[in-house]
C-alpha cells in the first residue's frame, strides 16, 4: 500500500446558492486533492492522512467526519482547545469564475509544525511515500515553522518518499511576491513532482508567455513537471522532454473551484497507478472536467462516488 500524507489548511465552506441561500462544506486546497485522490483510487491500495490543526468546537468535529466518511485518516490532525478553523465564501459569476471572502486569521492551522507541534507527526509525514503540500501551506505557516517542514521533507526524501507540490500562489498570503517566491524556491529544492499553474508563475516570475515559462522550469531540474493553465492544455516536462495534453473540450462549467486541486489528484492518482505523465495528465483533465460542473469545490457522491473502505476502515 502507498501511503500519502497531505498537508494544509481545511476550512469551513460557504457557498452560495442563489440569493441568500448558503451550502455548508469542507474544503482548502490541499484537503481537496486529498478527498479527490480519496475518491479515484482503492483503499487496499492508497492509504491517505490530512495534517492539520482544527479546533475543539462543533465545526471541527463536522470536518474530521466529512475527513473520514472520505475515507482520509485523521490520526495526524492535531485539536487545539478554544479555536475555530478558518472559514470562507465563495461566490460564482456567469462564466462560472470564483471570488472567496477569507476569515482565517485565527485558524489553528497556522501553528502547523511549530515549536509544541507533537515530532510523532513529523515522523509518520517522513515515513510516508508520498508528501503533498502547496504554497498555501506554507503561506500559513511561520518562518521556523517552515524550516522544520523543509527538515521534514528532506528527510522523507533520504527515506524514498517524493515530494509532490503545487504552487497555488495567492498574493493576499505573503508580505509580498519576493517573500512567496523565496518559500516557494526552497521548497522546489526538495520536489521532485512539480505542479504548477501558469497564472501564477506568470505572476510570480512575470514570464512573457507560456514557452518562457515552460523554459525557466525545465531549467529546475526537477524530474516531473506539470503546468497547468486552466481550461487550456496542460505542459508536462519529464523525462528530458515537453508534450502538451489536450484538456477536456465542450464542457460546461459552473464553478472553477478546485479545478487545480482535481487536476493533482487526477494525476497524482494515475501516477501510483504506474501510468507515464503525459497519461495521468489526462487523467487529470478528466477528473476537473467532472469537478468544474458543479458548485462547490467537493462534488457530490453521486456525481462521483466515496471510495470503498477496507473492513473495519475509518
Request: charged share 20%.
Amino acid at each position: 500500500m502507498m501511503r500519502v500524507a497531505a498537508i494544509g489548511e481545511c476550512m469551513v465552506e460557504l457557498t452560495h446558492q442563489g440569493g441568500d441561500t448558503l451550502a455548508l462544506g469542507f474544503a482548502g486546497d490541499t484537503f481537496n486533492t486529498a478527498v479527490y485522490l480519496a475518491r479515484t483510487t482503492p483503499a487496499q491500495d492508497v492509504s491517505i492522512d490530512y495534517v492539520t490543526a482544527v479546533g475543539d468546537d462543533w465545526y471541527s468535529g463536522r470536518l474530521l467526519a466529512a475527513a473520514t466518511a472520505e475515507g482520509i485518516g485523521t490520526g495526524l490532525v492535531q485539536r487545539v482547545p478554544g479555536r475555530s478553523p478558518g472559514l470562507y465564501l465563495v461566490r460564482t459569476d456567469g462564466a462560472g469564475e470564483r471570488s472567496f471572502t477569507y476569515h482565517r486569521s485565527e485558524s489553528p492551522a497556522r501553528r502547523l509544525f511549530d515549536a509544541d507541534w507533537p515530532e510523532q507527526v513529523d515522523r509518520a509525514v517522513a515515513e510516508s511515500d508520498v508528501v503533498y503540500l502547496s504554497a498555501i501551506t506554507l503561506q500559513i505557516l511561520s518562518a521556523a515553522a517552515r524550516e522544520r517542514l523543509w527538515a521534514t521533507l528532506a528527510v522523507a526524501r533520504a527515506r524514498g518518499a517524493r515530494v509532490v507540490f503545487d504552487s497555488n500562489y495567492r498574493p493576499g498570503g505573503w508580505p509580498d511576491a519576493a517573500a512567496a517566491r523565496a518559500a516557494i524556491q526552497r521548497t522546489l529544492e526538495s520536489t521532485d513532482v512539480y505542479l504548477p499553474t501558469f497564472g501564477d508563475e506568470q505572476e510570480l516570475h512575470g514570464d512573457r508567455d507560456g514557452q518562457a515559462c515552460a523554459t525557466r522550469l525545465a531549467a529546475l531540474g526537477i524530474a516531473e513537471i506539470v503546468m497547468k493553465n486552466g481550461p487550456d492544455d496542460c505542459l508536462v516536462i519529464a523525462d528530458g522532454e515537453a508534450v502538451t495534453v489536450p484538456a477536456q473540450r465542450g464542457i460546461t462549467v459552473v464553478d472553477t473551484t478546485a479545478a487545480g486541486d482535481s487536476f493533482n489528484a487526477g494525476y497524482l492518482g494515475a501516477r501510483l497507478r504506474g501510468e507515464p505523465p503525459q497519461q495521468a495528465a489526462a487523467a487529470g483533465h478528466r477528473l476537473a472536467a467532472v469537478v468544474v460542473g458543479r458548485p462547490g469545490a467537493i462534488v457530490p457522491d453521486e456525481v462521483l462516488p466515496r471510495r470503498v473502505l477496507l473492513s473495519g476502515s475509518s
